[in-house]
């Protein structure tokens, strides 16, 4: 490959990567509210409007993020523009020229990634769905357990050309413990609200009252210096 050519692959692999980065995260916050709601369910009951928004909200993020990684349309940066890049750019004879191939098939093959199409293609960016949601339902539905796995899949998938041509792996698991413990915080909080809900209404009067004084003090400032 020439450096421009090498460079354009690279940065694809690197988009790739952010996809299954961005997926990891909003699967591990899902991981963790599922959790809290087993353990807490009245907790998460009393804030049900809030919680339900950022789990469906979450779900349709994360099979948009997943759905970037098999998109063959022209202008998307996915495993197909990589495959593509790769058949273009290496030379005649070049070991992973093959692997292209294994991989393609592999990609193919994910059943979840075909589900999670589906909810891309037919409920999130498109309602397209022709018979009743429940039987759509029952023949995509995804768990968390299955997301991971598929995640993992394709990270393996990316590994096989970045590891052989720029040394290079992507952790994208990372996110994971910060999602779950901003979500542990979030479920401390409304614990301790519905444990004592006058500390927590001080609490949020200090906040408001905290908020005021910097403002006031900004705007003192402000005229003082004018």
């Avoid at 991981?31 to 979450?58: C, M, N, V, W």
């Amino acid at each position: 490959m020439t450096p421009e050519q090498d460079q354009c692959t690279c940065q694809t692999t690197e988009t790739i990567a952010e996809h299954l980065v961005y997926a990891w995260n909003y699967c591990a916050t899902l991981r963790a509210l599922q959790r809290h709601a087993r353990e807490y369910p009245k907790i998460l009951d009393a804030h049900g409007h809030f919680i339900s928004t950022i789990y469906f909200a979450l779900w349709d993020a994360l099979f948009l993020k997943l759905a970037h990684c098999s998109d063959k349309r022209k202008e998307a940066t996915g495993l197909p523009k990589l495959f593509k890049q790769l058949r273009a750019y290496l030379p005649e004879g070049h070991q992973l020229r093959r692997r292209v191939d294994e991989e393609e098939r592999n990609l193919s093959s994910l059943q979840a990634q075909a589900k999670v199409e589906n909810w891309r293609n037919q409920v999130v960016a498109h309602y397209t769905i022709s018979n009743k949601f429940s039987d759509f339902y029952k023949k995509n539905v995804c768990s968390l357990d299955e997301i991971e796995a598929l995640i993992r899949s394709l990270n393996n998938i990316l590994h096989v050309f970045s590891a052989e041509l720029w040394e290079q792996g992507f952790c994208v698991e990372d996110l994971g413990p910060p999602a779950h413990q901003g979500i542990d915080r979030l479920v401390q909080m409304m614990k301790r609200e519905a444990e004592n809900p006058a500390a927590a209404q001080l609490a949020a009067r200090a906040v408001e009252l905290g908020v005021f004084q910097v403002l006031r003090s900004r705007l003192r400032k402000f005229w003082d210096e004018g």
